[in-house]
Structure formats: structure tokens, C-alpha cells
């Protein structure tokens, strides 16, 4: 049992590996069929694959939730083990969150006007978001004794789970919102928005409130409240609304001076 949260964080980490190979694989073909004796033809965007993408990038996930879990129940605890989360973290909610926005990014310079090719320049910084993830994760690896109830600067399973939310708009497209995801300028907010997010120096409340007591606990019950009635209404749009609220809530909350100590 001992090498349980190990083995759940190297889940993690097949489950981000997985994500990318069908992210990687979303890419367009024309498909032709025959329609009473005529051929016609018509693009087809991966979009399956990187909807398949985004459920692996959920249950690694999960799988990085239930590690630390476990790890604390099992009173487990390794050096290994806390620079094997962060390894398997850079990639499911590091370089996976990055390879969907190159894709989209891809898709949205491919719209513009008269666009034969797209130049590796525009879609580049997609990949900023795994740099900016590598640098969060290695600082909260020197950090961590300080963080006991709350992260400094965004955790990065919450980048992936933003990011990865982005394929299931697009394959579900509530309220026509998908089509944001299209704009060039949108996806570079994003990315600069996370980035910035994450080494910032915003305190983030972890989602497991140190006592559970209203003082302590309000802003997750809040997030859970109000992510619940979002879902309701926006479907899979929910989650970047979560996303929001769990930002605003983090710059609202202030820790009680006892849960510092």
C-alpha cells in the first residue's frame, strides 16, 4: 500500500502522455463521400481527438488529487515522491495544456484571410504555458513548507483543467461560445493570463480547508456553490466560469492569522 500515491501519481502522468498523443493527432483532413453516385468532400478538424484529449487531461486529474489523498491517509511521504508529482504534473497540466492552445492557435490563423500556411512564430507562445509551469512547480518544490492551506501563485492542475476544458466547448458549444476559441487575440490573452497567474504571488486557498469551520472554509463552499449553479446553465462553459470565481474568491479571501502557524 505503500506505493500506492506513487503508482496513482504515475497515472497521472500516462494519463497526460495519452492527451497529448490525441491532441497531437487532431489534426484536419478532407474526407469524401458518394452521394447518389457524386463524391463530396468536406474538412474534418480532429476535433474527437481533442475532445478524447481533454478527458485524459480529467482523469489525470483526478489521479493527482487522489495522490496527495492517499499519501496523507497512508501517512506516506518521500522526496521521490513530491519531485515525481511535479514531473508528472509538467506534463499533464504543463505541456498538454500547451500543445491544445498551439492547436488552436493553428486553427485560428488558418482562418484569417488568404492564410495558405501558419508560421511556427504565431503559435510559438502556446508553449509559454509549460515554461511558466515548469517555473511554478519548481518553485512550490522549495516552497512547500510555507503553503499549508493555500498555493502562491495558481496551481498549475488548475491551468490544465482551464485549458482542457477548451476542446469540450468546442465540442459542445454552449451559447455559441466556442467560437472565442477561434480568435487569435482571445487564445493569446489566455495564455498570458495563466502564465502570469501562476508565478504570481496571489494566495490560492486549497480546495481541503485547513478546519472545517465557516471562517475557514466560506470561499470553498462558495466555489462549490456557485460552480454547481454554473453547470446548470453554462454546461462545460462552467468550468472557465469556476476558474474566474475561484480567482476572484482568492483575492477576496484572507487567511485567519491561526492558519498560518
Known sequence: M???????TLANLFCGCIAIAYILTAQPYYYMRIADGMPSYAWVHGAEQMYLGSLFIGI??????????????LKVFSPIGKDLDSLADMVSFGVAPSVIIYKL??????????????????????FLIACFAALRLAKFNISTAEQ???????PTPATGILVGSFPLIMWYNPYNIASLLQNKWVLYGVVAAVCFLMVSKIR?????????????????????VLSVLAVLFL???????????????ALIYKQP???KS
Open 257 to 259: 492569522e491561526t492558519a
Open 235 to 249: 454546461s462545460v462553459a462552467a468550468i472557465p466560469v469556476g476558474f474566474g470565481i475561484y480567482i476572484l474568491l
Open 60 to 73: 489525470a486529474a483526478i489521479c493527482d488529487l487522489l495522490d496527495g489523498f492517499t499519501a496523507r491517509a
Open 2 to 8: 505503500k506505493h500506492l500515491p506513487n503508482l496513482l
Open 148 to 154: 499549508k492551506s493555500y498555493f502562491i501563485g495558481m
Open 105 to 126: 492557435l493553428w486553427d485560428a490563423l488558418m482562418a484569417d484571410k488568404n492564410a495558405f500556411d501558419v508560421s511556427m512564430l504565431g503559435m510559438a507562445p502556446a
Open 204 to 224: 490560492f486557498f486549497k480546495m481541503v480547508p485547513q478546519r472545517m469551520s465557516l471562517a475557514y472554509a466560506w470561499p470553498q463552499l462558495t466555489l462549490i
